[in-house]
Nanobody, 119 residues
């Protein structure tokens, strides 16, 4: 089973930027869309951005134009560049793959990485 480890979170001021990384212990099949998710206190986990093997991406409306997801297949790593951060972006961020046909996730959820946007 592939293990995914998120990193890159931290404390940043509103308007700042962070780049998150999701490193896999191996490759995930192309039938899985790789995604970044986040969960704020008291809220459900939500999909923030996803990328499929062909490079197509989609984003939650709340982050469009500010976040960019990308992947480096050679490094088994997925990135999330976050710009113009807002306090409402504060959450624990997770990555996972989701099968495009069955909807099943590729691996159990990891510990995530905390992003805090505050002045």
């Amino acid at each position: 089973q592939v293990h995914l480890v998120e990193s890159g979170g931290g404390l940043v001021q509103p308007g700042g930027s962070l780049r998150l990384s999701c490193a896999g212990s191996g490759s995930i099949p192309s039938t899985y869309a790789m995604g970044w998710y986040r969960q704020a206190p008291g809220k459900q986990r939500e999909l923030v951005a996803a990328i499929i093997s062909g490079g197509n991406t989609n984003y939650a409306d709340s982050v469009k134009g500010r976040f960019t997801i990308s992947r480096d297949n050679a490094k088994n790593t997925v990135y999330l560049q976050m710009n113009s951060l807002k306090p409402e972006d504060t959450a624990v961020y997770y990555c996972n793959g989701r099968n495009r046909f069955s909807g099943l996730y590729a691996t159990p959820w990891g510990q995530g990485t905390q992003v805090t946007v505050s002045s």
